[in-house]
């Protein structure tokens, strides 16, 4: 279903405005989800061969791309989901609010966002967020409440 890319996206920052020209054309549905196909051929992920890539839409309209980067020691290892969070928040602040998510892998495999991705965009991402992922049964979309409906939060006073 998903077929290996050798064209890699813009290097350097990688955050696309929405008019931006670097965008693939696409017809908006599953667009995001393509930007995330195609940042996963920078993945670095020697000792899992999991290429993983993810693609966050934030509320300004600007659309910021993360892959999975690997460790020697496994456990510092940091998912595409995360990449991509952090990098949104380095390049735009912490104000920003993220209303569509996706995750692609070119592994043919299922890809759902794992468990300390989703406490971490939950942080930033609104409920009512759609969620695309690679499934077993394709591609699917879910709203990020469905997704995490129990977030931890820590009452602000
Ligand atoms: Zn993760």
């Not at 989901?81 to 996706?102: C, H, K, M, N, Y």
Request: proline share 4%; glycine share 8%.
């Amino acid at each position: 279903m998903y077929r290996e890319r050798t064209d890699a996206v813009a290097s350097g920052l990688m955050a696309y405005e929405d008019d931006n020209a670097t965008r693939p054309r696409g017809s908006g549905k599953g667009e995001l989800f393509e930007l995330a196909r195609k940042v996963a051929s920078h993945s670095y992920s020697p000792y899992s061969g999991f290429r993983v890539g993810a693609a966050l839409r934030l509320s300004g309209g600007q659309v910021v791309v993360g892959t999975n980067v690997e460790n020697v020691s496994y456990g510092l290892t940091i998912c595409a989901e995360r990449a991509a969070l952090v990098t949104a928040v380095s390049q735009f602040g912490p104000e920003i609010r993220i209303v569509a998510v996706a995750v692609a892998n070119l592994n043919d495999a299922p890809s759902p966002p794992c468990g300390a991705c989703r406490q971490m965009l939950a942080e930033f991402t609104l409920a009512e967020a759609l969620v695309e992922f690679a499934s077993a049964d394709g591609v699917r979309t879910m709203a990020f409440s469905e997704l995490l409906p129990l977030a931890f939060e820590m009452k602000r006073r």
